[in-house]
């Protein structure tokens, strides 16, 4: 990544320089250069030179000069050339590239520091202290959304993401492994769920573009201060868990949606089994038949209400009615108790 990038700065100031110019790394090998089949080549003699000493190095038509950074490792710029004129390049050049590495630093320290804050690596007594040394905004109104992605991609998430949001100084594309990306996104105060959807709509859309994958998103709830990112994370990452068994057509969920379901889901297994035991006294739920159950989940989304579901199935009302029964008889509730209704609800999310 740090390569590409002063490979890019080369590329843009050889248009205004005509001359060779280029960075190379503390083992002598040129990293970044106007003339890219020179990447590679190595040349220790100059990093010896700036070990000893922090003058300019003359030789071989080349002006080398060393880039202040405030890590130990040595950087250094070149110029073709041996007059004033290349003097001046390398000049301007090292403090050029001084300001793109001081960039990078602060910004791979920030993402690493906010990577570390979403999965609980650091102690809640360094967090503060740390978020004045790099300059963040200790509270400022953020959300974290986790993408998924349904299998393996050559295209980089972290780089389509990176083009949907490119504040880098507020906005944080983590990678979380092979498949998972988080963003952190700062979002204005007083910003409501439903503009975050629309947000994480978009995001999927792009992506799912530009990627050529299938993914999902899971949405956090909106949190106040950068201490509570690792909580976002995790009901972001819940949102997904949940998605997943409770609402396997949806491709964006949201933590703040999720209902019983994020219940049910943190539920023992053991405890599950209880339950479908003692509501399903005479049948168990797996001898409905595809079309009965297709029946009951119309019904509860027309509230229980008899003539709307048969009017939605297309299907007389006394159909419905024998079919209701059918299912009292079979597991023992009637449907159009609320009670009973609320009890087979969950019996068929757990």
């Given at each position: 990544m740090q390569n590409r990038i002063f490979q890019n700065a080369c590329n843009q100031l050889k248009k205004d320089i005509n001359r060779k110019i280029g960075?190379?790394?503390?083992?002598?090998?040129?990293?970044a250069c106007s003339d890219e089949s020179k990447v590679g080549y190595q040349k220790e003699s100059v990093i010896s030179h700036f070990e000893m000493s922090s003058d300019d190095y003359i030789g071989g038509g080349y002006i080398f000069r060393k880039i202040e950074t405030y890590s130990k490792n040595i950087y250094v710029v070149f110029c073709e050339g041996e007059d004033e004129l290349a003097?001046?390049?390398a000049a301007f050049m090292a403090a050029h590239f001084s300001t793109i590495k001081q960039?990078?630093?602060?910004?791979?320290?920030?993402?690493?520091?906010?990577?570390?804050?979403?999965?609980?690596?650091?102690?809640?007594?360094?967090?503060?202290?740390?978020?004045?040394?790099?300059?963040?905004?200790?509270e400022a109104e953020r959300v974290v959304f986790l993408v998924r992605s349904h299998k393996t991609v050559e295209v980089s998430l972290v780089d389509v993401l990176q083009n949907i949001f490119p504040d880098t100084s507020k906005d944080f594309i983590i990678r979380i492994d092979e498949r998972d990306v988080a963003v952190v996104r700062e979002v204005k105060n007083g910003s409501d769920m439903d503009e975050i959807f629309k947000l994480?709509?978009?995001?999927?859309?792009?992506v799912?573009?530009?990627?050529?994958?299938?993914?999902?998103?899971?949405?956090?709830?909106?949190?106040?201060?950068?201490?509570?990112?690792?909580?976002?994370?995790?009901?972001?990452?819940?949102?997904?868990?949940?998605?997943?068994?409770?609402?396997?057509?949806?491709?964006?969920?949201?933590?703040?949606?999720?209902?019983?379901?994020?219940?049910?889901?943190?539920l023992p297994t053991t405890l599950c089994e209880l339950f479908l035991n003692e509501v399903f006294k005479k049948e168990s739920i797996s001898v409905l038949d595809s079309e009965t159950i297709y029946t009951i989940q119309k019904f509860f989304e027309n509230n229980l209400n008899v003539s709307e579901t048969s009017r939605k199935l297309f299907v007389h009302r006394n159909t419905l009615v024998y079919r209701l029964e059918k299912i009292k008889k079979l597991t023992g509730l009637d449907l159009r108790e609320f009670d009973h209704a609320i009890i087979f609800k969950v019996a068929m999310m757990v």
């Open positions: 960075i190379m790394d503390d083992n002598g090998y040129i990293i003097r001046g390049f960039y990078y630093d602060e910004k791979y320290d920030r993402n690493s520091f906010i990577k570390n804050i979403i999965l609980d690596n650091i102690l809640p007594s360094d967090i503060l202290y740390k978020t004045r040394e790099l300059k963040l905004s200790v994480a709509q978009e995001l999927h859309d792009t799912a573009s530009e990627a050529m994958v299938k993914i999902s998103v899971g949405i956090s709830t909106i949190v106040e201060t950068i201490q509570e990112l690792a909580r976002a994370y995790r009901e972001a990452r819940i949102a997904l868990e949940v998605g997943k068994v409770f609402d396997t057509e949806k491709n964006i969920i949201s933590y703040d949606n999720l209902g019983i379901g994020r219940l049910i889901y943190q």
